[in-house]
């Protein structure tokens, strides 16, 4: 999910959820670990049954009432229609779309690049993660894109441990992407979550020496590079909530919700 930073960053203009602003979370005691964990679980489990169902002729409806059923099936709640009165469970976007699209009755195509992006809400506890699906035989480029989101992802975890700075994040995902031959979309980026849906500290994906607080052991946040084939530019569209790349390149987004430790964190989202 984007975020609104607190001082300079990401996201001024474009971001159509508004949040209050609430202390960070941070991991306390193992009842709060085992809640964090049971709800990253059913966030996994409602996006991989929803990505088992992309394929040509769906509609990103379909794929949305599979996600709801699948939380609804374990207690919980889509947050971002609790929270920002979003118009779905997920946030489904389609190539050119970064993140924020609106389920409906959009037909998925072969060859396309589908985002499912899931917070959910369980027991007061919240959880987010994204996955990128190409749909059947893709470009190479379009490709290649979709890996370099996950290799970014897995270079950003590797700097996030306790004492690092938020800015070591950044590095990670933006030396990955421009490895790649791709851009970071900047004014989109991660966040702390674990109370509601955003909350302190912004995780720019891009080094800002501007965000250097430290990491600290039990704080909970999003890891999720957001990158485009193009100019990385992004533009708000008129329904107020799905956001492009303003040059129509195609984008991917590869999230997870970790929990900082002292050596690798722990990836509350993964199966």
């Known amino acids: 999910m984007i975020v609104i930073p607190f001082g300079g960053g990401c996201a001024h203009n474009l971001d159509p959820f508004q949040r209050v602003r609430i202390d960070c979370m941070s991991i306390r005691n193992r009842a709060q670990f085992e809640k964090l964990r049971a709800i990253g679980r059913i966030v996994r489990q409602a996006l991989d049954q929803t990505a088992a169902a992309v394929r040509p002729g769906v509609t990103t409806l379909e794929l949305d009432a599979i996600g709801a059923r699948v939380l609804a099936a374990h207690g919980a709640e889509s947050a971002p229609p609790k929270v920002y009165g979003f118009p779905g469970a997920l946030c489904i976007s389609v190539n050119d779309e970064a993140i924020h699209g609106i389920p409906g009755g959009r037909v998925v195509r072969a060859g396309d690049l589908v985002k499912l992006d899931l917070v959910a809400e369980k027991d007061g506890f919240y959880a987010d993660a994204a996955v990128t ?28 441990t306790a004492g690092s700075r938020v800015y070591d994040i950044g590095r990670a995902v933006e030396r990955e992407t421009h490895r790649c031959g791709f851009h970071v979309l900047r004014d989109l980026c991660g966040h702390g979550v674990g109370q509601t849906i955003h909350e302190p ?21 999003t890891i999720e590079p957001i990158i485009a084939a193009g100019s990385g530019r992004s533009v708000l569209q008129p329904d107020r909530w799905t956001i492009r790349t303003s040059d129509g390149s195609l984008s991917a987004h590869y999230e997870h919700t970790v929990a900082i430790t002292k050596g690798r964190p722990i990836l509350l989202t993964a199966a």
């Open 133 to 160: 699906v190409a749909v059947g035989e893709v470009s190479p480029a379009a490709g290649e894109l979709v890996r370099c989101a996950e290799s970014a992802f897995r270079l950003a975890a590797a700097a996030a």
């Open 201 to 221: 500290p912004s995780i720019p994906n891009y080094h800002d020496p501007r965000f250097h607080t430290r990491l600290t052991e039990g704080l909970v946040i």
